[in-house]
């Protein structure tokens, strides 16, 4: 069974920056491509940034690029999300997923991830950004 879990979410004010963590168990890391998805109140849940299995290729949702990196370390088994430049519209819960698939190419992830290919879900991290 995967585990994922969640750090680093918080309060913040507009402007400023947030780095997120997520740590990864229960079965092998590496063949895995990773994402961050997020969900604010009465919204339904949206892509943020993927990252392919070996880091090659990064996704970024428009309202993010240029703000957000996405990254991984998979000696250590971790996923980041650096934010910069926070937005108060960037308030949300922030979720860590893991694809279901392996190996899936960088082409496959030039695109933006169709919720449905990922099956692991973290619990969720808190992120809100005053104005």
């Known amino acids: 069974q995967v585990q994922l879990v969640e750090s680093g979410g918080g309060l913040v004010q507009a402007g400023g920056s947030l780095s997120l963590s997520c740590a990864a168990s229960?079965?092998?890391?590496?063949?895995?491509?990773m994402a961050w998805f997020r969900q604010a109140p009465g919204q339904e849940r949206e892509l943020v940034a993927a990252?392919?299995?070996?880091?090659?290729?990064?996704y970024y949702t428009d309202s993010v690029k240029g703000r957000f990196t996405l990254s991984r370390d998979n000696s250590k088994k971790m996923v980041y999300l650096q934010m910069n430049n926070l937005k108060p519209e960037d308030t949300a819960v922030y979720y860590c997923?893991?694809?279901?698939?392996?190996?899936?190419?960088?082409?496959?992830?030039?695109?933006?991830?169709?919720?449905?290919?990922?099956?692991?879900w973290g619990q969720g991290t808190q992120v809100t950004v005053s104005s």
């Open positions: 990252i392919t299995w070996n880091g090659g290729s990064t």
């Open positions: 229960g079965r092998t890391f590496i063949p895995y491509g």
């Open positions: 997923a893991q694809d279901r698939a392996i190996y899936r190419s960088s082409y496959y992830f030039s695109q933006p991830p169709n919720i449905d290919a990922f099956n692991y």
